[in-house]
């Protein structure tokens, strides 16, 4: 008996000993050097051959914990300016190293890559990411808990890459100012390397980066040996100019069929202190973004659209926390916009409406405290808006104001604990000049995490404000969530409350209030291969859902879903699988307050496959099914997206979808609250998306992108809505259908011929139509779209970037 225990005693240790030294964290010394070093991707220098050297890099994906496949050195130097990283990544051959071109920020196609990244702080939460292909393609990035890694941040920063028989090389300077970092004398940082082995479809890293725990920040080595470096000043601006021409047939006395308008402005940049940095563009221009996926919406609920314009998408981590500002909101629709048709006298007409409030200009401070404590805020100012109203019998034009002088502001403090964790204040407040209404919400969160990061709470609230006039509209959010978030079995847990006057959509986005929301789930990931798969993923959830005000049950619901990857053929594919067992309610369609309407037990299901990209053909491809109670009534989603690499250089990728929703109920007018009238509508959506791209080089790229949405709503029958949340037959007839189109390319030219600095062309041709009238046949409507008027727009933007360090660097 006590040689068995001594036995069990022996198999724990071993086990504990084993799982400590697998959790060590590597560490690696920098050297500091006073020689220069030319970034030539050549390890010409003698003093390469003094740095520390970081290798057996290990797999996180393929076979997590195994030996990387092919091996990779690391070295590090710096100076008084820059960091210095020289990678080595053996091959069997040349032909071995996939290296696609692509845009700058964008690798995540069919090329191997090498990324470093710095802890500065060492806090386990945030970091700075540089990566780089074979084919000199940069890529960077802020990392962080809330938006992974946000390669919307770029920074400049030198590189070069060599290819060879049996490896290729890579060697950085990343300047100080590229960076943030803490004033002390001895520094030590988090640090991880990363190494992409595309033909393998294999990643892999220094410190390994354990696929069954949380964190990618958490699981860095140690980087050592760097003192007596100060920040640099931190100051550049990069001034624009631009010129756009547009063309619209307005085809009417008085009004020019194009337009040509000319602006310039700048973005400044400038470090605060060594951690926190100012952000500011004057006079922004953001005409060459991408047009947006505009969508036939027949729901109480807006559209959601993503945010393209750079300012906004660069360094906004801080400001994402507490999900209370969407930045669409800052320069958006005027708050009068729909107004201006009851301003309309006998014999007027609206001639202009500007959809957006002009910004005059935008400012973000960001940062973060050597104790751990990071700093945003964000003020911008837009000028008034005017819509322009024209008498059609004498010509006379008059203006009606749709937006004040506006200003936006946004605070957050977001402070470090232990174990990763971490708790947070942020408040939005938005003011208009004169009369209008103001608005201002106040919210908390928190996240903390146990010692072994297998375990998270968190939780939080917000109070919203809507300051009129003569009184205050208060209503307030508040939620929690526990979650097992790290091994092969995990689950999660939560709730969310909203009032029903809980309102944050000035400065931020909520689909409804008026919700009490719990839901559960449980998780079983699979990261090893195994039998004929690579990895796995289960999924099983229920949720359960009443309103606020008046508590009413409204939601019930099951899902499953899960996916695989094939181990040889590395097809992904899933499926999922839903049931709402009993009749749901919806409180919102109606658009009446207290008003519901039933919706029968439904089931859905769907499956979905992606093929191997590295393939120069590949197949993307998913259908969803949902049946209801209700006779005759169904929802069928279905598309396909063929993607063909033509070379390194060129690529296309084409996508149709066909989404049907057969006799679907859904609000149509309202005479008072006791007459509702819902229609039953064949609901038909067609879209038509083709992207291109032509890579000339590393920095020279061409994209085309086209998107043609066709979406049609047949009413077949009208109801009124009853009480009880059913619908019964109606004598209403008028025609409420709708034949909608929206139309748009847009075709950009981008030349990086500078650091930071930009030559732009863009071409864009858009037709939106809306009309009462139904076409049956694809190519008839295709056709009718064509034909009607549409705008077309040319324009060039030239940015260049201005360093303080680059002109005044060496004399300081």
């Given at each position: 008996m006590k040689k068995r225990v001594l036995?069990?005693?022996?198999?724990?240790?071993?086990?504990?000993?084993?799982?400590?030294?697998?959790?060590?964290?590597?560490?690696?010394?920098?050297?500091?050097?006073?020689?220069?070093?030319?970034?030539?991707?050549?390890?010409?220098e003698t003093v390469w051959q003094r740095s520390d050297i970081a290798t057996d890099f290990i797999q996180s994906r393929?076979?997590?914990?195994?030996?990387?496949?092919?091996?990779?050195?690391?070295?590090?130097?710096?100076?008084?300016?820059?960091?210095?990283?020289?990678?080595?990544?053996?091959?069997?051959?040349?032909?071995?190293?996939?290296?696609?071109?692509?845009?700058?920020?964008?690798?995540?196609?069919?090329?191997?890559?090498?990324?470093?990244?710095?802890?500065?702080?060492n806090s386990g939460l945030n970091a700075f990411g540089f990566e780089l292909t074979p084919a000199g393609v940069q890529a960077d990035g802020q990392i962080s808990p809330n938006n992974g890694f946000d390669d919307d941040w770029d920074a400049v920063w030198e590189s070069a890459v060599q290819l060879f028989d049996n490896k290729w090389q890579v060697e950085m300077r990343i300047p100080y100012s590229a960076l943030r970092f803490s004033e002390a004398d001895v520094q030590t940082w988090g640090?991880?390397?990363?190494?992409?082995?595309?033909?393998?479809?294999?990643?892999?890293?220094?410190?390994?980066?354990?696929?069954?725990?949380?964190?990618?920040?958490?699981?860095?080595?140690?980087?050592?040996?760097?003192?007596?470096?100060?920040?640099?000043?931190?100051?550049?601006i990069t001034p624009f100019v631009s010129a756009y021409a547009e063309h619209f047939p307005h085809d009417a006395e008085g009004i020019e069929n194009i337009n040509h308008t000319y602006n310039g402005g700048l973005d400044l940049k400038y470090g605060i202190s060594e951690s926190f940095t100012l952000d500011m563009v004057l006079i922004p221009d953001f005409g060459q973004v991408r047009s947006d996926n505009q969508v036939l919406n027949l729901s109480p609920f807006e559209t959601r659209f993503s945010e393209n314009?750079?300012?906004?998408?660069?360094?906004?981590?801080?400001?994402?926390?507490?999900?209370?500002?969407?930045?669409?909101?800052?320069?958006?629709?005027?708050?009068?916009?729909?107004?201006?048709?009851?301003?309309?006298?006998?014999?007027?007409?609206?001639?202009?409406?500007?959809i957006i409030a002009e910004l005059i200009n935008a400012t973000k401070v960001s940062g973060r405290t050597k104790s751990g404590l990071g700093i945003g805020v964000f003020n911008g100012i837009s000028k008034r808006t005017y819509a322009t109203i024209k008498d059609t019998i004498t010509g006379e034009k008059r203006e009606v104001l749709t937006s004040p002088i506006t200003n936006y502001n946004?605070?957050?403090?977001?402070?470090?604990?232990?174990?990763?964790?971490?708790?947070?204040?942020?408040?939005?407040?938005?003011?208009?000049?004169?009369?209008?209404?103001?608005?201002?919400?106040?919210?908390?969160?928190?996240?903390?995490?146990?010692?072994?990061?297998?375990?998270?709470f968190s939780g939080g609230g917000a109070l919203s404000q809507i300051l009129n006039q003569d009184d205050t509209d208060l209503g307030y959010q508040a939620y929690w969530s526990f979650n097992k978030i790290s091994g092969n079995w995990q689950f999660y847990s939560g709730h969310t409350i909203e009032s029903d006057t809980y309102n944050p959509n000035d400065l931020g986005f909520l689909f409804n209030n008026n919700e009490n929301s719990f839901y559960g789930g449980i998780q079983y990931l699979?990261?090893?291969?195994?039998?004929?798969?690579?990895?796995l993923s289960t999924n099983l959830n229920v949720w359960y859902n009443r309103l606020y005000k008046p508590d009413e049950f409204t939601d019930f619901g099951v899902h499953f879903d899960a996916w695989t990857i094939h181990a040889k053929t590395f097809t992904s594919m899933g499926f999922h699988i839903q049931r709402r067992p009993i009749e749901t309610f919806d409180f919102f369609e109606p658009r009446v307050d207290g008003r519901y309407f039933t919706i029968s037990k439904n089931t859905a299901g769907g499956s979905w496959f992606s093929s191997d990209y590295r393939k120069k053909f590949a197949l993307d491809g998913r259908w969803s099914y949902r049946d209801y109670d209700d006779a005759d009534r169904f929802?069928?989603?279905?598309?396909?997206?063929?993607?063909?690499?033509?070379?390194?250089?060129?690529?296309?990728?084409?996508?149709?979808?066909?989404?049907?929703?057969?006799?679907?109920?859904?609000?149509?007018?309202?005479?008072?609250?006791?007459?509702?009238?819902?229609?039953?509508?064949?609901?038909?959506?067609?879209?038509?998306?083709?992207?291109?791209?032509?890579?000339?080089?590393?920095?020279?790229?061409?994209?085309?992108?086209?998107?043609?949405?066709?979406?049609?709503?047949?009413?077949?029958?009208?109801?009124?809505?009853?009480?009880?949340?059913?619908?019964?037959?109606?004598?209403y007839n008028e025609n409420n259908d709708i034949n909608f189109n929206a139309f748009t390319i847009d075709m950009t030219y981008t030349w990086r011929f500078a650091p930071g600095s930009d030559v732009i062309i863009v071409w864009k041709n858009s037709i939106f139509t809306d009309a009462p009238e139904i076409e049956k046949s694809f190519t008839e409507n295709l056709k009718s779209t064509i034909d009607s008027p549409q705008t077309n727009s040319f324009s060039i933007k030239l940015l260049y970037y201005l360093d303080y360090l680059t002109f005044f660097g060496k004399k300081s």
């Open positions: 036995v069990l005693i022996f198999l724990i240790s071993s086990f504990y000993n084993s799982f400590s030294q697998k959790a060590e964290k590597k560490s690696m010394n920098a050297t500091r050097i006073s020689e220069s070093i030319k970034i030539d991707a050549e390890l010409g393929q076979d997590p914990g195994d030996p990387a496949s092919q091996k990779t050195e690391v070295r590090i130097l710096y100076d008084d300016k820059a960091i210095y990283v020289f990678a080595v990544m053996y091959e069997v051959s040349k032909d071995s190293i996939l290296r696609e071109l692509s845009k700058r920020d964008d690798i995540g196609g069919n090329t191997d890559y090498f990324g470093v990244y710095f802890d500065t702080y640090v991880n390397f990363s190494r992409r082995i595309r033909r393998f479809r294999q990643e892999a890293n220094w410190n390994f980066v354990n696929p069954e725990e949380s964190g990618f920040v958490t699981q860095f080595g140690i980087l050592t040996g760097i003192s007596n470096i100060k920040a640099p000043i931190r100051l550049s314009r750079p300012f906004f998408t660069e360094g906004t981590d801080l400001f994402s926390k507490g999900g209370i500002f969407y930045t669409r909101r800052v320069g958006g629709k005027p708050i009068g916009i729909d107004d201006v048709e009851d301003e309309l006298e006998d014999n007027e007409e609206i001639d202009e409406n500007p946004v605070l957050v403090l977001d402070q470090n604990l232990k174990n990763n964790s971490s708790v947070s204040l942020i408040n939005t407040n938005l003011s208009r000049e004169g009369s209008y209404y103001d608005a201002n919400v106040t919210a908390a969160e928190f996240s903390l995490k146990d010692k072994k990061q297998k375990y998270r699979k990261f090893k291969p195994f039998w004929k798969l690579n990895r929802n069928f989603n279905w598309s396909i997206e063929p993607r063909y690499r033509f070379s390194d250089k060129f690529k296309v990728v084409y996508e149709f979808e066909r989404d049907i929703r057969h006799s679907q109920p859904g609000y149509v007018t309202d005479f008072s609250n006791d007459s509702i009238i819902f229609g039953r509508r064949d609901l038909l959506t067609h879209e038509n998306s083709l992207e291109a791209e032509y890579i000339f080089n590393n920095k020279m790229a061409l994209e085309f992108d086209f998107r043609h949405y066709w979406s049609k709503a047949n009413y077949k029958a009208y109801n009124f809505l009853t009480a009880d949340g059913d619908l019964i037959g109606s004598t």
